[in-house]
């Protein structure tokens, strides 16, 4: 069965109420702290995460059947950051295999905020959370400009809140995490 990339049975009314009533999950990728990402302290500098962030945005637009250079050629836009926020909780250190829980806080008309939740390899503790909030302008004028339709539709698989977002890394019952909070 194929979710996400298409219909799964055809008919795309019944394929639209199944993937609705799928659990939503973040988009995850795994890296390892490698030594230019350390600091003299041995911990990873704050600048490094960016890389992390990086990745993960790159990757999940992919996922969602958007690549850069076909999204930016495509609707001849550019999705430059307005606001790029971290918050720390935990040091990583040289060769820790890291997760990047990557998902879609929210969608406006000409905006859109995504989240990063920077987790050790099993998900059990938050290294640092991050949200950047990109705005859609043309390519040649930086002119700000609605979100085209096609790609607030890819993005909607992975729209979800942190909580959500963390429990599903977790492997717990998102309703079940909230109330236990």
Excluded at 62 to 81: H, K, N, Q, S, V
Aim: proline residues 5%.
């Amino acid at each position: 069965m194929r979710v996400g990339s298409g219909p799964v049975s055809g008919d795309t009314a019944a394929d639209a109420l199944y993937i609705h009533r799928m659990p939503k999950t973040p988009f995850v990728v795994a890296e390892y702290v490698r030594w230019g990402d350390i600091d003299l302290a041995g911990i990873i500098c704050y600048g490094a995460y960016i890389r992390f962030y990086e990745l993960a945005e790159t990757e999940i637009f992919r996922a969602c059947g958007l690549p850069f250079r076909d999204m930016f050629e495509r609707y001849d836009i550019w999705l430059p950051r307005k606001v790029m926020h971290t918050e720390f909780y935990r040091p990583a250190r040289l060769d820790d295999r890291l997760q990047v829980a990557t998902y879609f806080s929210r969608v406006g008309e000409s905006s859109l905020t995504i989240n990063f939740d920077v987790l050790d390899a099993d998900g059990a503790s938050l290294h640092a959370a991050a949200y950047q909030v990109l705005v859609c302008v043309w390519r040649q004028s930086f002119a700000k400009v609605p979100l085209p339709a096609a790609v607030v539709e890819a993005v909607g698989r992975y729209m979800m809140d942190s909580d959500t977002a963390r429990a599903a890394v977790r492997g717990l019952d998102p309703v079940r995490a909230r109330s236990s909070s």
